[in-house]
């Protein structure tokens, strides 16, 4: 099975936020959560960069590690997952992650969290695949239909880049090489450095 | 060239702004002549030659080259993963309202996961098993606290009705909050393997809510509790002496004169008094996590709440000792509120003969009992 990962290369990123837009239409997220934002780094300076961030699949994913209730479990393509009804909103897999990937509705008392929510890589949840009750809690299963994450397919500058982790490292290192520059690969040492196969 | 070239954006970019310029120069020469037609129309030839002039200056390459260089000078992410220091973060902006989405990359999130994976359990096991361990032993060794001179018959009240259900409320509070706080903890260790994974999690979820909002009377219990006892509880010399002698804990029949509450028990009351204030800020951005919007504010909260948490459960079960098996007559105290006139004589003389002065209490028919024998 292919280690599946995102990639994506702040050079030809243009910040026009439709993989944000395509995330959220795609999957009906919830109103006030964005699995996938654009951070635009030294914005107005010479040599900002535009990063299109969302859950990065971690190898040894902190928010497993830290969840009390062990909600989350890894896919045989390497994608992290968790279950809606065994959440209990803490909050700890938003305090771990390092990508500000987990996020809550605000149910309740308190403006206290409600169920987390974060990207699922397309990949549904522990439902049966593409059910209604695997779409009402996590959206679309495109990874079962055998397409890519709609976020990465539909990037118009190619920026964004989805499938095995090995591929599009490699197609990013072309990349770099042919145009002489690149500004890195945004997270990976964070998500992915404590294990050399990733 | 390609397109999506920064450097045609930025070229792009200026052209905007200067064409702006112009417009806004045109604009204002216009409103100086209004009176001559024929200078107003030369000054807007005038203005627009030196926009279209400033146009060809800014798009021709050797112009260009003055400004930076946008491959070269581009943020690489190493670089700025190097020069972040402890606890910091890559953020930039965005264009969403959630202002915590700012936030790029959080690599404290790493030392997060380590104190709650490891150095916790550390600290909550050797708090929380030391103490039971060391109250064995106390027990082993001393035994229970017996009455010296055994029981008189006659009764002094010790605490009223309200002073007992302040400390109740705080008290069943806290055993609740403390159980389902110890859950998070170590229930995915101790409790997840013994009952399955959904029954788990739904216990979890009533612990949650159970902590939630019993949150809310033991504050009220605190504050209440701090009024109510803080004028007995200030520290004076008295102390120092029922301190150096080990407030006669350690060793059969002596007993140091206390007034109301003793140094061990003055001890106990700023625990709870400075310990569940800490619980109470640490776990208000918790219960609002909206209100500091910040996850490395919250993060530090949330270790500050586990670890007080911690010690404060280690010497509460001390004080939970003490009032029950630990000392004989010590649980009358809470429970009818009223004890024993030898017991109090023991433990708080000076606050029975302040009592007896006041008409309070019995006076019994020798202050200092002697045996019966």
Known sequence: ?198 | MQLSSPLVRRRSRNLETQGRSAMARSHSTRKACIPKAAAHKASILKALCVAFALLFVVAHPAAAQLSFKPTAEAVQEDKLLNALKEGDKITGRITIPDAMAASLIQPAGRDWRDFHRSKLPVIGGVAIIGMLVLLAIFLMVRGRIRVDHGFSGTKILRFASFERFTHWLTASCFIVLALSGLNISFGRILILPLCGAQAFATMSTYAKFAHDYLAFPFMLGLVVMFLIWIKDNIPGKIDLQWLKQGGGILSKGQHRPARRFNAGQKGIFWIVIIGGSLMSVSGWFLLFPYIPANVTTMQFWTVIHAVIAMLFIAAMMAHIYIGTVGMEGAFDAMGTGEVDLNWAKEHHSLWVEEEQAKGHAPSGSTPRAMPAE
């Open chain 1, 1 to 198: 099975m292919a280690r599946v990962k995102f990639l994506c290369d702040a050079d030809r990123c243009i910040e026009c936020n439709a993989c944000v837009t395509a995330c959220k239409n795609e999957h009906e997220v919830p109103w006030g959560i964005n699995r996938r934002r654009v951070v635009t780094i030294n914005d107005g300076k010479p040599g900002e960069r535009s990063v299109s961030m969302a859950c990065m699949h971690c190898t040894d994913a902190p928010c497993a590690a830290v969840c009390p209730v062990s909600c989350f479990y890894t896919t045989a393509d390497g994608v992290v997952l968790h279950s809606k009804d065994l959440c209990i909103g803490c909050g700890y897999c938003f305090y771990a992650c390092p990508f500000g990937a987990p996020q809550y509705p605000k149910v309740g008392n308190f403006g206290s969290r409600g169920k987390m929510d974060k990207c699922t890589y397309c990949a549904g949840g522990p439902e049966a695949d593409s059910t209604p009750a695997e779409y009402a809690k996590y959206g679309a299963n495109r990874l079962a239909e055998g397409k890519l994450p709609i976020c990465a397919e539909m990037c118009s500058t190619k920026s964004l880049l989805a499938g095995d982790g090995a591929i599009i490292a490699e197609i990013y290192k072309e990349r770099v090489t042919k145009r002489g520059y690149g500004s890195g690969m945004w997270g990976w040492k964070t998500a992915y450095s404590d294990s050399p196969t990733g």
